[in-house]
């Protein structure tokens, strides 16, 4: 309520150092009108037009990664503050919550989390609660406003605002609804879906046989990650895994002889083995699908009486480094930057498949990558995305990988790629490594920050390796979003919902959760984004860590430096309607 906030004059902070004025991404800054105007205390002071109905700023939390102050300014000063100090983009859009006259606007009652839960607010949850509109917004008196930013004392609608942001103000009304989003029509489907009856462009692969062509060609239109297909005596059973989901319902039948066709293929060009009446082969094959360059892993087992196959596709992107647009906040964009500007040390990546460490990894050795640098990287599997930087690969297997960074660090290299570290000699290599002034980019596989401490210490790698050589731990996994054609309400017991630390003053009225579709082949989802968590492993990190190396002890210090975890990044996008609940649960257990 504007009321309660106190009423400001920008000039007054000025000068406003360029720390602060980078606390918030600029598109936000821009299309909100809030603005970013002093630090005081470990906390971001940020100006809001002089409206009503906001009563907590946990969204700008999220996105600053500090506590956040609102203040109120008049609605010209803050146009003019955003042309004077962000001057290179493009004008300011209008703000996404309505701006209503002070003195026409009914006053609305703020609604704080009972005391004994002001600790669970840890975080900055930020909710997507709609104030219902029962009436029309009131014009805006800007007297002195530009002419190009305001039309008739009204600040212009934005005409192409982006609906992935979440509103960063928030109007808590714990018997409002949020409304349902509205459904996507046919020409405005994500462009990652398909139409199910369009008929699929089977690509052309150099020696393959059409029925393996057909299965790649389908998988990779579908946006399949893995490809299962089963013999037992007559029956032939094909599925694909979409979005996390086995989907039986495809457009592909294959005969059985197709089948026997496609086993025959990976049994005489893999690498071929057979004991006690059981044979099995792997393979690697990269190919073209679908107009994206795809690693496909083949691993087959066959009997006289069964046979089964799967396959892994990787689209083979290569990411631009731009952390923010990955999907990190920006103060987790300024630490990873910092990480990598350091001449030596351990920087530990991790997720597990499927959530693009590869990516990630590769995105961030390439801007190590300079001719004045030597770089290795020594990989379980090669990746064609890293061109000019010398790959040992051991094809995933440990003992050889274990050799192959002996051989790296012997020819003296100044950046390591090294993934995956799965034992103890693997971690204890890189970080005696990084003591000799070598910069080391690893991955791992761990479910957060916490989990890979843990990990570390797990294996008995001695504490004083990792604190004098970890510079930090970046977490990354992958959550997927509600289809926007079936999204629905979903029901949720509230006493569960407590178990994901929602207090209850912030929890919405309805969650929502994809029912599943034609458009979205039944799994439910249609998009995917990632999500991140980054730790710093500074002076205070070494000495909390090393006396107390428990997960939650890891998750607490993550919490008192005002970083968000992983379980509330994700629980934030629930509360916003982009994901379900459940799905939460399974990207961030």
Same mark, same amino acid.
């Given at each position: 309520?504007?009321?309660?906030?106190?009423l400001?004059?920008?000039?007054?902070?000025?000068?406003?150092?360029?720390?602060?004025l980078?606390?918030?991404?600029?598109?936000?800054?821009?299309?909100?009108?809030?603005?970013?105007?002093?630090?005081?205390?470990?906390?971001?002071?940020?100006?809001?037009?002089?409206?009503?109905?906001?009563?907590?700023?946990?969204g700008l939390?999220?996105?600053?990664?500090?506590?956040?102050?609102?203040?109120?300014?008049?609605?010209?000063?803050?146009?003019?503050?955003?042309?004077?100090h962000?001057?290179?983009?493009?004008?300011?859009?209008?703000?996404?919550?309505?701006?209503?006259?002070?003195a026409?606007?009914?006053a609305?009652?703020?609604?704080?989390?009972?005391?004994?839960?002001?600790?669970?607010?840890?975080?900055?949850?930020?909710?997507?609660?709609?104030?219902?509109?029962?009436?029309?917004?009131?014009?805006?008196?800007?007297?002195?406003?530009?002419?190009?930013?305001?039309?008739?004392?009204?600040?212009?609608?934005?005409?192409?605002?982006?609906d992935?942001?979440p509103?960063?103000? &928030?109007v808590?009304?714990?018997?409002?609804?949020?409304?349902?989003?509205?459904?996507?029509?046919?020409?405005?489907?994500?462009?990652?879906?398909? &139409?199910?009856d369009?008929?699929?462009?089977?690509?052309?692969?150099?020696?393959?046989?059409?029925?393996?062509?057909?299965?790649?060609?389908?998988?990779?239109?579908?946006?399949?990650?893995?490809?299962?297909?089963?013999?037992?005596?007559?029956?032939?059973?094909?599925?694909?895994?979409?979005?996390?989901?086995?989907?039986?319902?495809?457009?592909?039948?294959?005969?059985?002889?197709?089948?026997?066709e496609?086993?025959?293929y990976?049994?005489?060009?893999?690498?071929?083995?057979?004991?006690?009446?059981?044979?099995?082969?792997?393979?690697?094959?990269?190919?073209?699908?679908?107009?994206?360059?795809?690693?496909?892993?083949?691993?087959?087992?066959?009997t006289?009486?069964?046979?089964?196959?799967?396959?892994?596709?990787?689209?083979?992107?290569?990411?631009?480094?731009?952390?923010?647009?990955?999907?990190?906040?920006?103060?987790?964009?300024?630490?990873?930057?910092?990480?990598?500007?350091?001449?030596?040390?351990?920087?530990?990546?991790?997720?597990?498949?499927?959530?693009?460490?590869?990516?990630?990894?590769h995105?961030?050795?390439?801007?190590?990558?300079?001719?004045?640098?030597?770089?290795?990287?020594?990989?379980?599997?090669?990746?064609?995305?890293?061109?000019?930087?010398?790959?040992?690969?051991?094809?995933?297997?440990?003992?050889?990988?274990?050799?192959?960074?002996?051989?790296?660090?012997?020819h003296?290299?100044?950046?390591?790629?090294?993934?995956p570290?799965?034992?103890?000699?693997?971690?204890?290599?890189?970080?005696?490594?990084?003591?000799?002034?070598?910069?080391?980019?690893?991955?791992?596989?761990?479910?957060?920050?916490?989990?890979a401490?843990?990990?570390?210490?797990?294996?008995?790698?001695?504490?004083?390796?990792?604190?004098?050589?970890?510079?930090?731990?970046?977490?990354?996994?992958?959550?997927?979003?509600?289809?926007q054609?079936?999204?629905?309400?979903?029901?949720?017991?509230?006493?569960?919902?407590?178990?994901?630390?929602?207090?209850?003053?912030?929890?919405?009225?309805s969650?929502?959760?994809?029912?599943?579709?034609?458009?979205?082949?039944?799994?439910?989802?249609?998009?995917? =984004?990632?999500?991140?968590?980054?730790?710093?492993f500074?002076?205070?990190?070494?000495?909390?860590?090393?006396?107390?190396?428990?997960?939650?002890?890891?998750?607490?210090?993550?919490?008192?430096?005002?970083?968000? =975890?992983?379980?509330?990044?994700?629980?934030?996008k629930?509360?916003?309607?982009? =994901?379900?609940?459940?799905?939460?649960?399974?990207?961030?257990?």
């Amino acid at each position: 309520m504007s009321s309660d906030l106190e009423l400001v004059h920008l000039k007054d902070y000025e000068p406003v150092s360029d720390d602060c004025l980078k606390s918030l991404p600029e598109s936000i800054i821009r299309r909100q009108l809030i603005v970013p105007i002093s630090r005081r205390d470990g906390r971001l002071i940020a100006a809001v037009p002089q409206t009503t109905g906001i009563v907590k700023p946990e969204g700008l939390q999220m996105m600053a990664h500090c506590p956040v102050d609102l203040v109120l300014a008049p609605v010209e000063e803050i146009i003019n503050f955003i042309r004077t100090h962000y001057p290179d983009g493009a004008r300011p859009e209008s703000a996404a919550i309505p701006l209503r006259a002070p003195a026409a606007a009914p006053a609305a009652t703020p609604v704080a989390p009972p005391a004994d839960e002001e600790e669970d607010l840890e975080g900055a949850l930020p909710i997507r609660v709609e104030e219902p509109a029962d009436e029309p917004a009131a014009p805006v008196e800007a007297a002195g406003a530009n002419d190009d930013l305001m039309e008739s004392g009204r600040v212009r609608e934005p005409e192409d605002a982006d609906d992935d942001d979440p509103p960063l103000l &928030t109007v808590i009304h714990p018997e409002s609804e949020i409304p349902r989003p509205p459904a996507v029509t046919a020409s405005a489907a994500p462009s990652s879906l398909r &139409t199910p009856d369009k008929p699929i462009v089977v690509d052309e692969i150099p020696g393959c046989p059409l029925p393996m062509r057909k299965l790649l060609s389908e998988a990779a239109a579908n946006r399949a990650r893995e490809i299962l297909l089963e013999r037992d005596g007559s029956r032939l059973r094909l599925r694909q895994r979409i979005r996390g989901v086995l989907v039986t319902d495809l457009q592909l039948k294959l005969s059985s002889d197709e089948a026997g066709e496609v086993f025959r293929y990976v049994a005489e060009n893999g690498d071929a083995q057979s004991e006690g009446g059981v044979r099995w082969a792997e393979m690697q094959l990269g190919a073209s699908l679908q107009g994206e360059s795809h690693g496909c892993r083949f691993a087959l087992s066959e009997t006289k009486a069964f046979a089964m196959l799967t396959v892994r596709l990787t689209p083979i992107r290569e990411r631009v480094f731009d952390p923010v647009a990955w999907g990190m906040g920006p103060l987790q964009a300024r630490m990873l930057e910092g990480f990598l500007s350091r001449r030596q040390g351990v920087i530990l990546f991790c997720g597990f498949e499927g959530d693009d460490l590869a990516g990630t990894t590769h995105a961030c050795l390439r801007q190590l990558v300079t001719p004045e640098r030597h770089v290795i990287a020594v990989q379980g599997r090669r990746d064609e995305r890293l061109p000019g930087v010398e790959q040992l690969v051991s094809f995933g297997d440990r003992d050889l990988f274990s050799k192959h960074l002996q051989v790296a660090f012997r020819h003296g290299p100044d950046v390591v790629l090294a993934n995956p570290l799965e034992r103890r000699d693997h971690f204890e290599t890189c970080l005696n490594e990084a003591l000799q002034g070598r910069l080391v980019l690893a991955g791992s596989h761990a479910a957060d920050a916490a989990d890979a401490i843990v990990q570390i210490f797990s294996m008995g790698v001695e504490p004083y390796l990792v604190g004098s050589s970890l510079l930090g731990v970046v977490a990354q996994r992958t959550l997927r979003l509600n289809c926007q054609r079936c999204q629905d309400k979903d029901t949720v017991d509230r006493e569960h919902v407590k178990d994901f630390g929602i207090p209850v003053a912030m929890q919405p009225a309805s969650f929502f959760r994809g029912r599943g579709c034609d458009a979205c082949l039944g799994t439910g989802f249609d998009r995917e =984004t990632s999500i991140f968590e980054v730790l710093e492993f500074n002076e205070e990190a070494r000495a909390r860590i090393q006396g107390d190396a428990r997960a939650e002890n890891v998750r607490a210090l993550l919490r008192a430096n005002g970083m968000m =975890t992983l379980r509330q990044i994700a629980v934030h996008k629930a509360i916003n309607g982009q =994901t379900s609940l459940a799905e939460v649960l399974r990207a961030t257990a």
